[in-house]
């Protein structure tokens, strides 16, 4: 966020770690290991700039500023244990049948949701970047732990899910997985029934969900 502040979102930033430090209430070998951490981690990219080292936010690194003050602006903005969404339902890559199919997703799914899920999942591309933004604040959400497993072949990876209503008539989750072809301005959505017959939707139709983190 310091960072964000003195103008590494778009440009290599030559500011010093003595003077980051000096902001922040931290020795300068702190902020230098901050410094390593976060460049280990593709957070920020360093390059010499002059005579000085330039420190820059990658997208990963703009990302996460991003999601932290999605998250604090919600917080301030919004205290109800729900969030609400509107997309437009498109067809994805159709791996959804496969991976909900899974037994070892399909046992936890039963399990936490009380439903066997539809094959597939019933995706929505968000209509507005606050929409988008929404979305990020559910992934910093403690929801319902779908756990990762192995078999034969591979190893699939976890995924939360969160109680919702979908057009205000039927039960179903909205997914926040953490392997995933989607970004967030993709909300993707389990229901024990076939969604795109109940609601008579086609490709292109507007969606409104409720999504309880409560």
Same mark, same amino acid.
């Given at each position: 966020?310091?960072?964000?502040?003195?103008?590494?979102?778009?440009?290599?930033?030559?500011?010093?770690?003595?003077?980051?430090?000096?902001?922040?209430?931290?020795?300068?070998?702190?902020?230098?290991?901050?410094?390593?951490?976060?460049?280990?981690?593709?957070?920020?990219?360093?390059?010499?700039?002059?005579?000085?080292?330039?420190?820059?936010?990658?997208?990963?690194?703009?990302?996460?500023?991003?999601?932290?003050?999605?998250?604090?602006?919600?917080?301030?903005?919004? *205290?109800?244990?729900?969030?609400?969404?509107?997309?437009?339902?498109?067809?994805?890559?159709?791996?959804?049948?496969?991976?909900?199919?899974?037994?070892?997703?399909?046992?936890?799914?039963?399990?936490?949701?009380?439903?066997?899920?539809?094959p597939g999942t019933f995706n929505l591309k968000l209509v507005s970047q606050s929409e988008v *933004?929404?979305?990020?604040?559910?992934?910093?959400?403690?929801?319902?732990?779908?756990?990762?497993?192995? *078999?034969?072949?591979?190893?699939?990876?976890?995924?939360?899910?969160?109680?919702?209503?979908?057009?205000?008539?039927?039960?179903?989750?909205?997914?926040?997985?953490?392997?995933?072809?989607?970004?967030?301005?993709?909300?993707?959505?389990?229901?024990?029934?076939?969604?795109?017959?109940?609601?008579?939707?086609?490709?292109?139709?507007?969606?409104?969900?409720?999504?309880?983190?409560?």
């Amino acid at each position: 966020m310091e960072l964000n502040r003195l103008g590494a979102r778009t440009r290599f930033a030559t500011v010093s770690s003595a003077h980051i430090g000096a902001e922040l209430g931290l020795s300068q070998q702190a902020i230098s290991n901050h410094l390593v951490a976060l460049e280990r981690e593709g957070l920020i990219e360093r390059r010499r700039v002059g005579k000085k080292v330039g420190t820059r936010l990658t997208r990963k690194g703009t990302e996460e500023v991003v999601r932290v003050y999605s998250s604090l602006k919600f917080s301030f903005e919004n *205290d109800s244990d729900y969030i609400d969404f509107s997309g437009r339902l498109f067809t994805g890559l159709k791996e959804g049948a496969f991976y909900i199919g899974l037994p070892g997703y399909r046992r936890q799914f039963r399990r936490l949701l009380g439903f066997d899920p539809f094959p597939g999942t019933f995706n929505l591309k968000l209509v507005s970047q606050s929409e988008v *933004d929404k979305k990020g604040e559910l992934r910093l959400r403690k929801g319902l732990s779908i756990l990762g497993f192995e *078999d034969a072949k591979r190893s699939y990876g976890p995924a939360s899910c969160f109680r919702a209503k979908i057009a205000g008539k039927f039960d179903g989750a909205a997914l926040v997985i953490e392997r995933t072809h989607h970004d967030d301005s993709v909300l993707e959505l389990i229901a024990p029934n076939n969604l795109r017959e109940k609601l008579n939707a086609s490709d292109g139709s507007k969606v409104g969900v409720r999504v309880y983190f409560g």
